[in-house]
Nanobody
């Protein structure tokens, strides 16, 4: 069974940076499919932050994070990253990594989820 574990969350002041990591275990990494980062804050729906096509590395971003966040992968180590720069208080949320297949920009395409890591940005 695929297990995903996020790390790297924490508290930071506005304008600061964090790098989230997601380690996958328990499976042979696919040569295709999707991996992504999502976030959810209290009272709000879970939303896509960034996604990557495992096969060719094509990426996509939510408009709210374009130019500030970067998703990347290390397939040899089964790791997924999210570099977050110029953080804003509105980025505060629980961040989740996930894998799946199909349309990578759609939350419904993801079937394997981590437990999440909290990111808090203070003004």
């Amino acid at each position: 069974q695929v297990q995903l574990e996020e790390s790297g969350g924490g508290s930071v002041q506005a304008g600061g940076s964090l790098r989230l990591s997601c380690a996958a275990s328990g499976y042979t990494p696919p040569s295709s499919g999707c991996a992504g980062w999502f976030r959810q804050s209290p009272g709000k729906e879970r939303e896509r932050v960034a996604n990557i096509l495992i096969g060719d590395g094509s990426t996509g971003y939510a408009d709210s994070v374009k130019g500030r966040f970067t998703i990347s992968q290390d397939n040899a180590k089964n790791l997924l990253y999210l570099q977050m720069n110029a953080l804003k208080p509105e980025d505060t949320a629980m961040y989740y990594c996930a894998t799946g297949s199909g349309w990578c920009a759609a939350l419904a395409s993801y079937t394997n989820w981590g437990q999440g890591t909290q990111v808090t940005v203070s003004s």
